[in-house]
């Protein structure tokens, strides 16, 4: 049997990790894979999580399965994390997942069973695993255009224009905030546009929301998705507790299926159950069980709003350090985006070759796409980062 299995491609995020593993070099540079770095390049658990742990290890007193949904709880505290009160809980259908992919997975595998004749609209570029898994499916994917490589920022006349071609019962997924890979993100009054697109159309908004908190702030990084919510009749989000919990292998996600019509709740959350269990019966708890107990608890909760904010600006300040370095040593504003940009990524609009260059030359690791990493910085490594770039000509 297993002589018919292919080889499959490589993800090429997981390989560019494999390949800076590898690298000797001691001055080596990891801007790759999408995990958050302090200063001095690690990747700290949260001192509330540290704390949440050690008040549910005391507290714990068995291992039984939870729900198929996951701990209600858990599906309580990020609901109101994600969608603040623009919808009341009898309009919300979750299940936990494992990770914010897992929560993605099963998205999509929702809107095959509703509806197979659905396409997928899907930024370009977008994260690669979503194409990944919407081929792995078999579902029928439609790009957008979505970034201007020329200003660095979103084209949204011709995203707008993609986005004409949408029928009813079609999905379009957009990501909440801290757009992966390019760090561009859609304005308040182009959230606007983009709802009454899909309700002139009668598309169904799909948001990935994997960075909430590292771009502009928890609130204002969800504006975009709550504006979805509160606009469109029906909506599915999945959001991921990796980035902004620190908890990237506890696996821990949401995935909502809302709905304004609160009949819909009930047979909504039987299928989403039921993709749990077909897939991997219970999702994974500890992860989750940890961000209710800091959603719920306040100076827990008042401690990990205070880290995240810590490693918000830090990034932010970074983004300013390299912009400000790209235009000293280029002598151009052609850089400039990358302080305009939010989250952890930035495409910075190289060739291949000069991704290149940089891995070969310098022991620079990024995305082959130009994504970089802000959090594979610090203040030393900026002036490297700038000056490497400028050397290999790019
Ligand atoms: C990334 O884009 O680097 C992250 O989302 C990690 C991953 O799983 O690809």
Redesign the pocket.
């Known amino acids: 049997m297993f002589d018919h299995l292919k080889e499959l491609p490589a993800?090429k995020?997981?390989a560019l990790m494999q390949a800076y593993k590898d690298d000797p070099r001691e001055t080596k540079i990891d801007l790759?894979?999408?995990?958050y770095k302090n200063p001095e390049g690690v990747t700290p658990i949260m001192r509330a999580i540290k704390t949440a742990e050690k008040r549910w290890w005391e507290s714990e007193d068995t291992k039984a399965y939870t729900g198929l949904a996951g701990d209600p709880a858990f599906s309580d505290a990020l609901i109101g994390l994600v969608l603040g009160d623009v919808v009341s809980r009898e309009q919300v259908a979750a299940v936990a997942t494992p990770g914010g992919?897992g929560a993605v997975r099963q998205a999509f595998e929702l809107v095959k069973m509703a509806n197979p004749e659905a396409r997928v609209f899907v930024s370009d570029p977008t994260?690669?695993?979503h194409l990944s898994i919407l081929k792995h499916l078999g579902m029928e994917t439609v790009a957008y255009r979505y970034f201007d490589e020329e200003s660095g920022g979103v084209d949204f006349d011709g995203m707008m224009a993609d986005l004409k071609g949408v029928k009813p019962g079609d999905v379009v997924l957009l990501h909440g905030c801290c757009h992966?890979?390019t760090g561009a993100n859609l304005t308040s009054p182009e959230w606007d546009a983009v709802i009454k697109l899909m309700n002139d159309t009668g598309a169904v908004p799909m948001i990935d929301i994997?960075y909430q908190g590292f771009g502009d702030g928890l609130e204002a990084d969800a504006a975009g998705t709550r504006a979805v919510v509160k606009g469109c009749p029906e909506v599915l989000i999945a959001a991921s507790c990796s980035k902004n919990f620190g908890i990237y292998r506890e696996r821990t996600g949401l995935l909502m299926a809302v709905s304004h019509d609160a009949s819909k709740h009930k047979v909504t959350q039987g299928n989403l159950a039921y993709l749990n269990r077909q897939n991997y019966s219970f999702p994974p708890d500890h992860g989750a069980r940890l961000v209710s107990l800091v959603l719920t608890t306040p100076d827990l909760r008042a401690d990990w709003e205070a880290e995240l904010e810590d490693v918000r600006t830090g990034m932010l300040e970074l983004r300013k350090q390299l912009a400000a370095e790209l235009q000293r040593l280029s002598g151009s504003d052609r850089f400039g985006f990358v302080g305009q940009h939010r989250g952890m990524?930035s495409r910075l609009g190289l060739s291949p070759e000069h991704v290149e260059a940089l891995r070969r030359d310098h022991g620079i690791y990024m995305?082959g796409d130009s994504r970089i990493?802000i959090a594979g910085l610090n203040q030393k490594t900026v002036p490297i980062l700038a000056e490497a770039i400028v050397e290999v000509g790019a």
């Not at 790759?32 to 995990?35: L, N, Q």
């Open positions: 993800d995020i997981l790759g894979v999408g995990v992919t994260w690669p695993n992966n890979p994997a990524f995305v990493n």
